[in-house]
């Protein structure tokens, strides 16, 4: 895993996760003023959206920077003094701490994810030729008390080998290089978990044979997308159980 070095301004950083919190609010993934997106600019700094805002009403000036512990740098602009960080943000920088190679995470409550996670009807189940090369396994979190260290301590045991989680019966952590990329693997997400619903909702489960997922992960290690840690989520998810262990 290589070390995420961010190369746009913060200009162009901030219109980019504006983008992707229109995109999950006209999606239907947030309500009221819930989720939050944000993006490493420097190895101490993160640019995030602020606390109690609509994602489909945020200007990108209205969006703050925080150290690795959180605490907001004072800004002098009008428009995000007196902002807050949001209360998921012990989430988002352990998300940082545990990879250096992430640039942005997106956190949103989309409905099918999180019903499925309330169901106990599981999302890392190979049913997808593309999702298991593009994500591997997606996992549900132990359940943890929004908006408290918990929930990081939930992301922390899993995160290392995702890129993407569900929280049980609260949402879904992706990440990526950048903010646009952690949102297509949150598109991937919620699309994968539809799909599940109108299986179960057809009677059946029907997953990927094992030798056909082999040559998915096959395809997902030639890619570059392997993380390490992940063989064992596919031994007991997908039935594959010979992998050689990725570092
Ligand atoms: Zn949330």
């Known amino acids: 895993m290589s070390t995420y ?15 992707v919190c229109q995109l999950i609010w006209q999606r239907g993934w947030v309500a009221a003023s819930a989720g939050n997106v944000s993006a490493r600019l420097s190895e ?73 996670s309330i169901a106990d009807i ?14 591997g396994t997606i996992p549900f979190t132990r359940y943890a008390t929004p908006s408290t260290p918990e929930g990081a301590a939930a992301v922390r045991e ?3 080998n995702h890129d993407a989680l569900v929280l049980r019966r609260h949402g879904t952590v992706t990440v990526g290089r950048s903010p646009l990329d952690a949102y297509f693997k949150l598109e991937t997400v919620e699309h994968s978990a539809e ?39 596919f031994c007991t998810q997908c039935g594959v159980c010979d992998l050689a262990p990725m570092r």
């Open 158 to 160: 899993l995160i290392t």
């Open 44 to 116: 101490n700094r993160v640019l995030t959206t602020p606390s109690g805002f609509s994602k489909g009403l945020l200007k990108p000036e209205q969006l703050i920077i925080v150290d690795m512990e959180g605490k907001k740098i004072p800004s002098y602009d009008a428009a995000s003094r007196d902002l807050r960080p949001t209360s998921e943000m012990p989430l988002h920088l352990e998300v940082y701490r545990q990879r250096a190679d992430v640039g942005a995470v997106v956190h949103a409550h989309p409905p099918i994810s999180i019903a499925l």
């Open 195 to 233: 799909v599940t619903l109108i299986v179960r909702q057809l009677g059946r489960s029907n997953p990927i044979a094992p030798d056909e997922v082999r040559k998915l992960i096959a395809l997902r290690r030639q890619m570059g997308l392997a993380l390490p840690g992940e063989e064992e989520d």
């Open 122 to 135: 599981p999302l890392a189940r190979c049913l997808l030729p593309e999702v298991v090369v593009t994500l």
């Open 5 to 19: 070095k961010e190369r746009r301004t913060e200009q162009q950083l901030r219109e980019e996760i504006i983008r």
